[in-house]
């Protein structure tokens, strides 16, 4: 079992049309593949945390770098994980406010030369560990 994170740029803002459809895509073909995870969206940026096996993943990131829905795709981290910390979510998905999503973004702002891989953006680190604890915020609606 490994976990991929990563950052993106949406090309355009998303209407709630959009991201139900994404979600309904995603949804359906992740279950279909054993991938589990969350999505976050705001600020018009994707910040994903996405569990599975090494070939699924490996699609999967390849579909990623392919979508035309987002650019500037930064993978945060990636490795073995003991267990899916998201299995009940084929895709669990949470909007976020800017405030938000700055914070999470600051881990890894695309539009920076220099990205925060200090060894600790792994899939126990602390970037895994912020946008875990906003998945779960049960104050915001999936």
């Known amino acids: 079992m490994h976990q991929l994170i990563y950052i993106s740029q949406a090309t355009r803002p998303l209407s709630d049309a959009d991201l139900t459809e994404l979600l309904q895509e995603s949804r359906q073909r992740n279950a279909a593949d054993g991938i589990t995870g969350v999505l976050l969206y705001g600020n018009e940026r994707f910040v994903q945390v996405v569990e599975g096996e090494v070939a699924a993943l490996a699609d999967l990131y390849g579909r990623l770098l392919r979508d035309a829905r987002h650019h500037t795709v930064t993978r945060l981290a990636y490795g073995p994980i003991p267990e899916r ?11 976020a406010a800017r405030a938000q999503m700055e914070e999470l973004a600051g881990y890894a702002n695309p539009d920076q030369l220099v990205l925060c891989h200090t060894g600790e953006d792994t899939p126990d680190g602390p970037l895994f560990q912020l946008i875990q604890s906003f998945a779960h915020d049960t104050t915001s609606e999936l």
């Open 85 to 95: 910390r998201f299995m009940q979510w084929s895709m669990a998905f949470r909007t």
